[in-house]
């Protein structure tokens, strides 16, 4: 099973805006809405804060947000904050291999 | 409030066993299915297996294929991954979670398996 291709850096100021990409193919991410997304501080329990592509789960703010287009998904993340600085890592629901995860993206607040 | 919390992980030599629990709690624990979720050092998550509410159907990675066997005991709200013929690359931190709308809604703090001679 192939990972999701995700870059391995991103970075941005506290206040601004950074999206992260999430490549696929047409058996994963550009057929099931099944994209989401996980915040990842070293040493704790991964963090669920997009699903089903755009949704958020109670308690996640609206600062982070999700998207798709063909093979890829994006995380956006507004109004950075020193708190947002982790991993970052998509998953998607790929059929009979039933579920794939990308890479991780290094998200550094500057 | 929801609670997953693995065990069983440890040192093993390669060609070894080790079995992995997961007790959990604050969930109709029998209603979901559960899966499994491993980070080799530095490396990221990567799905190992996933089992139904019931415990009838279950699905594996390639690389864990006939080696491991995901279970659960809902009488006792507890989920396992039965780990044989262990190599050197299933070293890793093992994660149980919970299943919600095809993501991992909740996760443990994870149990890290170590496979070296």
């Known amino acids: 099973q192939s990972a999701l291709t995700q870059p391995p850096s991103a970075s941005g100021s506290p206040g601004q805006s950074v999206t992260m990409s999430c490549t696929g193919t047409?058996?994963?991410?550009?057929?099931?809405?099944?994209v989401s997304w996980y915040q990842h501080h070293p040493g704790k329990a991964p963090k669920l804060i997009i699903y089903?592509?755009?949704k958020r789960p109670s308690g996640v703010p609206d600062r982070f947000s999700g998207s798709k287009s063909g093979n890829t998904a994006s995380l956006t993340v507004s109004g950075l904050q020193a708190d947002d600085e982790a991993d970052y890592y998509c998953?998607?629901?790929?059929?009979?291999?039933?579920?794939?995860f990308g890479g991780g993206t290094k998200l550094t607040v500057l | 409030e929801v609670q997953l919390v693995e065990s069983g992980g440890g040192l093993v030599q390669p060609g070894g066993s080790l079995r992995l629990s997961c007790a959990a709690s604050?969930?109709?624990?029998?209603?979901?299915?559960m899966r499994w979720v491993r980070q080799a050092p530095g490396k990221g998550l990567e799905w190992v297996a996933d089992?139904?509410?019931?415990?009838?159907?279950?699905f594996y990675v390639d690389s864990v294929k006939g080696r491991f066997t995901i279970s659960r005991d809902n009488t006792k709200n507890s989920l396992y991954l039965q780990m044989n013929s262990l190599r050197a690359d299933d070293s890793a931190l093992y994660f149980c979670?919970?299943?919600?709308?095809?993501?991992?809604?909740?996760w443990g703090q994870g149990t890290m398996v170590t496979v070296s001679s």
């Open positions: 047409s058996s994963d991410v550009g057929v099931y809405n099944y």
């Open positions: 998953s998607s629901h790929a059929g009979i291999i039933r579920w794939v």
């Open positions: 979670a919970k299943d919600f709308a095809w993501a991992c809604d909740e």
């Open positions: 604050g969930f109709p624990f029998s209603s979901y299915w």
């Open positions: 089903e592509v755009t």
């Open positions: 089992i139904r509410g019931d415990g009838y159907e279950d």
